[in-house]
């Protein structure tokens, strides 16, 4: 199985374009960092104070070609800059701690979701029509569009608030440390329920919507006739010969929708103040934490391109057809 | 919010088995809390969403809020609700000399670190002079007050100054003294992190830091540890209002400084025996016209006493309040904005007829202007006496929300007379850049006060200050009130400063150069469950907000003691 040549160079022009919107878009905007930091000082500075530290990280007045190549630089060495918000750490500090977060919260969700959203979708298209179908497909269609800020919320004031049945912030009880053990895992696990839950409606809903069509045309296939002439159990067909074929427009869906993912991600971590990527993103724009921000953008762009180059891949493994061809 | 108590015992009646179960793994997974033995004090100081070991005393922008006052004892606190009384601590006393040119403190003997070396007047030395070698850490400015510093023995301090100036220890309490055994080998100074801090304050040991909570242990070589029952600090990360409200329901804050709509029910109703919060009125927020605007039909609008005090007379104050702030702020009813904490300082003269102008009156504010010659034109909209537009926005920043209504309703009244005035909400950076360029029209800002209420006036309408200094938009420059500021900084009893100040309060009343509206809330709200000797109404010796603008908060932690 190998990509080939037309399909990787899309994905390095694509990569090409980003590194440079995200180099050309903060500097349009109005400021600079440094001014953002010397905001931060608040009215205690004195002006003699605000314009050391001007003079101190403000080597912002050097031509553009030249800041050019120094952010080419910085990316080629991993040194996307300091935070501004979060001074002296660096973007890149800054960023791994709450990758990780934003990772597992998303990978959990989509694990989540996927399972639920086909089997659920495998079902309604078997019985198409039936009351199973009548009831779930039409939930599909309002589970899509329920927008996550609207499920965080009722979850968090339900469950969190009301009935206090679950914490309501953060990604681990705060008084332990980390390490992998069964108590850590479990705080977790616990703190992760209600953000999973809230990402998950959405993707439910797509990927039941899509499996279910999918399905539907797979079924009409002849070997699916064949499988049950041969009289194999229904699970037997049900899986192996008709949810196995159609997946297929299932994982394109899941590649388009990864966008949909982030973004009800970040909505998601500032409800629970879950310490993602989504909450880091929010924070440095109140900041305008420039140097955060392109950072964050940069590392959003490049998850896109990878999970869609994983997608590519894995539907070499998944379709025989496309083993020689993609 | 949609639920009432009925829905949600009948929705937790059907899910009791998840309950229980949800409750079970709670506990197995369990939250062991701190040993008995020791009295931990859960406080919320700032907000973050992410916690950064930052305990630099002179990195305003990232220093955790906690390092003043608890890491880095003052020199001395004036208490601002007892008449700006000093508090001594680090130092016993100071004295001015004879001329006024140098003031001499006095340590106090046998103050320690936290590593158990002796606190001398070689680290208050070393300290100021840091700040005047890299200006980047004049927190304090010193380089424009101080000439020179001399420690003549260990427990004295002779600092000599640039100009004769009585209002020099206040600027010196935000001072954090530094260990020069520490401090001497950092490098760099303005990136250091500092987070194995050794200071002089009573918790100076940082046990436990993790990006979602950290917690400040007792000082094992507090000078003053007879008075400190508190062993730890314990401060979570809470990102916002909305997590705050959404933690209270736990009851594990003890000392919380936070914005919390409709109180008495949100938090008090929690746990009516324990919650409690004081609320008293802070800084006056005033509306402040550019009068070095480039517009010409605007300047000159501002520059006439008589637009000034139609611009008052079309405030809603009362709606401000209300609405806007929830009930929350003060109304400020008096030309001198006189914060209402400072009341031993009122002087009766400079109110009366001379608040005459402080109401809601918008047909009185078109006759003002009528008379004054500002004639309406076609559109409803005034000009100037001399025929010149008047169009200005009013800016504030975006995200404020409280206030940006607040300037809606002042905009509201402004129309209603005739005045073509508009709301513009930047970005924070870009409206503190241009309160400092000058390029703004208007603004509605709040000024600091510090322990009397000069250094608020001072800093916000003397010509040395004007434009300097977020707190001084105006660029107002009058020369009898510099007169009159010069002459508080060179007098040195407490009644002169009272006499001088009556005379300042009674200038600014008749001159009225910007336009008093509110006076915002301190922000401070306690649970007594664990601890007692919370500062309330019924006693209010102290501002009890535990932010890093106050430094009393330092005597309010010693007041506190656990509950038996």
């Known amino acids: 199985m190998r990509v080939s040549g037309r399909r990787l160079g899309v994905y390095a022009v694509a990569l090409a374009f980003a590194i440079v919107m995200n180099f050309i878009l903060p500097r349009l905007m109005p400021g600079t960092p440094v001014d953002a930091m010397v905001a931060q000082l608040g009215p205690r500075a004195t002006p003699a104070a605000v314009e050391a530290i001007k003079a101190r990280f403000g080597a912002v007045d050097q031509p553009v070609l030249l800041q050019f190549v120094d952010y080419m630089k910085g990316l080629a060495t991993f040194d996307l800059g300091v935070s501004v918000k979060y001074y002296p750490q660096t973007v890149v500090q800054v960023l791994s701690r709450s990758t990780i977060w934003t990772i597992f919260l998303v990978v959990t969700a989509i694990i989540f979701s996927l399972s639920v959203g086909v089997v659920l979708g495998a079902i309604s298209a078997w019985r198409r029509g039936g009351r199973f179908d009548t009831i779930i497909s039409p939930l599909a269609v309002v589970m899509i569009s329920v927008p996550p800020v609207i499920v965080g919320l009722t979850t968090l004031f339900m469950f969190g608030v009301s009935l206090r049945w679950l914490p309501v912030g953060y990604a681990y009880d705060p008084n332990l440390d980390p390490g992998l053990n069964f108590t850590f895992a479990?705080?977790?696990?616990?703190?992760?329920?209600?953000?999973?839950?809230?990402?998950?409606?959405?993707?439910?809903?797509?990927?039941?919507?899509?499996?279910?069509?999918?399905?539907?045309?797979?079924?009409?296939?002849?070997?699916?006739?064949?499988?049950?002439?041969?009289?194999?159990?229904?699970?037997?067909?049900?899986?192996?010969?008709?949810?196995?074929?159609?997946?297929?427009?299932?994982?394109?869906?899941?590649?388009?929708?990864?966008?949909?993912?982030?973004?009800?991600?970040?909505?998601?971590?500032?409800?629970?103040?879950?310490?993602?990527?989504?909450?880091?993103?929010?924070?440095?724009?109140?900041?305008?934490?420039?140097?955060?921000?392109?950072?964050?953008?940069?590392?959003?762009?490049?998850?896109?391109?990878?999970?869609?180059?994983?997608?590519?891949?894995?539907?070499?493994?998944?379709?025989?057809?496309?083993?020689?061809?993609? | 919010m949609g639920l009432d108590k009925s829905v949600i015992r009948s929705v937790s009646a059907r899910a009791a088995w998840a309950a229980a179960t949800a409750l079970t793994v709670v506990m197995t997974f369990g939250?062991?809390?701190?040993?008995?033995?020791?009295?931990?004090?859960?406080?919320?100081?700032?907000?973050?969403?992410?916690?950064?070991?930052?305990?630099?005393?002179?990195?305003?922008?990232?220093?955790?809020?906690?390092?003043?006052?608890?890491?880095?004892?003052?020199?001395?606190?004036?208490?601002?609700?007892?008449?700006?009384?000093?508090?001594?601590?680090?130092?016993?006393?100071?004295?001015?000399?004879?001329?006024?040119?140098?003031?001499?403190?006095?340590?106090?003997?046998?103050?320690?670190?936290?590593?158990?070396?002796?606190?001398?007047?070689?680290?208050?030395?070393?300290?100021?002079?840091?700040?005047?070698?890299?200006?980047?850490?004049?927190?304090?400015?010193?380089?424009e007050t101080v000439a020179s510093v001399e420690a003549p023995s260990p427990t004295e301090v002779t600092i000599k100054l640039k100009a004769v100036n009585s209002d020099f220890p206040e600027?010196?309490?935000?001072?954090?003294?530094?260990?020069?055994?520490?401090?001497?080998?950092?490098?760099?100074?303005?990136?250091?992190?500092?987070?194995?801090?050794?200071?002089?304050?009573?918790?100076?040991?940082?046990?436990?830091?993790?990006?979602?909570?950290?917690?400040?242990?007792?000082?094992?070589?507090?000078?003053?540890?007879?008075?400190?029952?508190?062993?730890?600090?314990?401060?979570?990360?809470?990102?916002?209002?909305?997590?705050?409200?959404a933690i209270l329901p736990e009851g594990n804050m003890d000392w919380i400084g936070s914005f919390i709509p409709e109180i008495d029910k949100t938090f008090v109703a929690l746990d009516a025996d324990h919650n409690g919060y004081w609320q008293p009125p802070a800084e006056t927020v005033a509306f402040q016209m550019n009068f070095k605007s480039k517009d010409e039909g605007n300047l000159e609008a501002y520059k006439d006493l008589n637009f000034r005090h139609a611009f008052s007379l079309a405030m809603d104050r009362k709606s401000m309040v209300d609405i806007a702030g929830f009930g929350y702020p003060v109304v400020n009813e008096h030309a001198s904005g006189l914060p209402p904490r400072f009341e031993g300082w009122r002087n009766k003269a400079a109110e009366g007829d001379k608040d005459a102008f402080m109401g809601f009156d918008t047909e009185k504010a078109s006759k003002i202007l009528d008379d004054a010659g500002y004639k309406k034109g076609s559109d409803g909209f005034r000009t100037t006496p001399s025929g010149k537009p008047i169009n200005f926005p009013i800016i504030v920043p975006n995200g404020w929300t409280d206030w940006i209504d607040a300037v809606q309703i002042a905009v509201e009244g402004l129309r209603a007379a005739g005045i073509n005035a508009s709301v513009t909400t930047p970005e924070y950076e870009q409206w503190r850049k241009q309160i400092l360029d000058g390029s703004f029209e208007v603004v509605m800002n709040s000024r600091a006060d510090g322990a009397t209420p000069f250094r608020g006036y001072y800093q916000s309408l003397s010509t040395a200050y004007a434009g300097r200094v977020t707190g001084a938009p105006s660029r107002y420059s009058n020369p009898k009130l510099d007169a009159l500021f010069d002459q508080y900084l060179k007098a040195t009893s407490d009644d002169d400063h009272k006499k001088i100040f009556n005379d300042i309060q009674l200038l600014v009343a008749e001159d009225f150069p910007v336009v008093p509206v509110f006076n915002g809330p301190t922000w401070y709200q306690f649970s007594s469950k664990r601890f007692t000797g919370w500062v309330t109404d019924k006693d209010p010796v102290m501002n009890p907000e535990d932010h890093d603008n106050n430094r009393m908060r330092l005597m309010h932690l010693l007041r506190l003691k656990p509950v038996q």
């Open chain 1, 186 to 326: 479990g705080s977790v696990f616990i703190h992760a329920i209600m953000p999973v839950l809230t990402l998950s409606p959405f993707l439910i809903g797509e990927f039941q919507t899509t499996m279910r069509s999918s399905m539907i045309s797979v079924l009409g296939e002849d070997y699916v006739t064949m499988g049950r002439a041969k009289g194999l159990s229904h699970l037997s067909v049900m899986f192996g010969y008709g949810a196995r074929n159609a997946m297929l427009p299932v994982l394109t869906n899941l590649a388009l929708m990864l966008g949909a993912v982030f973004g009800g991600s970040i909505v998601t971590e500032i409800v629970f103040n879950y310490p993602g990527l989504g909450l880091t993103l929010y924070t440095a724009s109140i900041a305008r934490d420039y140097p955060v921000i392109q950072g964050q953008l940069l590392l959003m762009t490049l998850a896109t391109l990878g999970a869609n180059f994983l997608v590519d891949i894995i539907y070499g493994f998944i379709d025989p057809r496309l083993r020689d061809a993609v």
């Open chain 2, 31 to 143: 939250i062991s809390a701190a040993s008995a033995a020791e009295s931990v004090l859960t406080m919320h100081i700032e907000e973050q969403s992410s916690w950064v070991q930052n305990f630099n005393p002179f990195d305003l922008a990232g220093r955790r809020q906690s390092t003043m006052d608890f890491i880095y004892e003052p020199l001395v606190i004036f208490n601002a609700q007892d008449g700006g009384k000093p508090v001594w601590r680090l130092a016993t006393s100071y004295k001015f000399s004879d001329d006024m040119m140098s003031i001499t403190y006095e340590l106090r003997p046998g103050a320690k670190w936290s590593d158990g070396q002796p606190l001398t007047s070689a680290d208050v030395k070393y300290t100021i002079d840091l700040m005047l070698k890299n200006a980047a850490l004049d927190t304090v400015g010193v380089g």
């Open chain 2, 171 to 245: 600027s010196l309490a935000d001072l954090a003294v530094v260990p020069q055994h520490v401090w001497k080998d950092v490098s760099d100074p303005v990136a250091f992190k500092n987070e194995k801090p050794i200071g002089s304050g009573p918790m100076t040991e940082v046990r436990r830091f993790t990006p979602q909570v950290y917690e400040q242990c007792r000082n094992p070589d507090y000078w003053d540890a007879a008075s400190l029952h508190v062993d730890c600090l314990r401060l979570p990360q809470i990102s916002g209002n909305d997590q705050m409200l």
